[in-house]
C-alpha cells in the first residue's frame, strides 16, 4: 500500500492506494471401484488482483502519536483468472474450462497500530471489499465479497 503525506496533527487526512494478490488452488482425487475402475480427478485453480484507491483518515489517540486508529475506502478493480479441470479416467472424456475477466467493486478498512519504533507502527486492521466478476463461460457472475484481517506494519520516511 501507499499513502500520500497526511495533512494534520492528531487527525489526519490523505489519499492511498493498495493492491491485493489472491489465489486459490484444489485439487480433489478419490478412486472407487465399481464393475470396474473409475478414477476421477478434480482440479481448479483462482488467482485475483486488485488495485484499491481512496481517501483515508487516521486519529492518534494521544499527543505523544503513540496509538493510531485509521480508516480508509473507496473504487476498487478485480482482475480474475478461473480454470477448471475434470477428467473421468472411465470414458476418456476430459473437462477442462478457463476465464478471466474484470470487476468494478469499493472496498473499506479500518484498524488500530500501536508505535514500536520512531517510525514504525505495529497493529492489526480489516479489510472488506464488495465486487462481482462476471465468468460467463465457466458459470456466471460471482460475488467477490468478504472481510480479511491483517497484521500490520507501518513505516513512515
Not at 3 to 19: H, I, N, W
Not at 75 to 104: C, H, Q, W
Request: hydrophobic content about 35%; aromatic content about 14%; glycine content about 14%.
Amino acid at each position: 500500500a501507499w499513502t500520500t503525506r497526511p495533512k494534520g496533527d492528531r487527525f489526519q487526512v490523505g489519499l492511498e492506494t493498495s493492491f491485493l494478490l489472491g489465489f486459490q488452488l484444489d485439487k480433489v482425487n478419490f478412486a472407487s471401484v465399481t464393475n470396474g475402475a473409475l478414477r476421477v480427478s478434480v482440479s481448479t485453480s483462482m488467482w485475483m488482483f486488485d488495485l484499491a484507491g481512496g481517501g483515508y483518515a487516521n486519529l492518534y489517540l494521544d499527543p505523544g502519536h503513540k496509538v493510531r486508529l485509521y480508516a480508509g475506502g473507496g473504487p476498487l478493480m478485480t482482475y480474475a483468472s478461473y480454470r477448471t479441470e475434470r477428467d473421468y479416467s472411465d470414458d476418456s472424456s476430459k473437462v477442462s474450462n478457463s476465464e478471466s475477466a474484470f470487476g468494478i467493486g469499493v472496498y473499506a478498512r479500518t484498524g488500530i497500530e500501536f508505535r514500536v519504533a520512531e517510525y514504525g507502527m505495529l497493529g492489526m486492521g480489516a479489510r472488506g471489499t464488495w465486487d462481482s466478476v462476471d465468468f460467463s463461460d465457466v458459470g456466471g457472475e460471482s460475488e467477490l465479497t468478504g472481510i480479511a484481517g491483517f497484521i500490520t506494519y507501518t513505516a513512515g520516511f
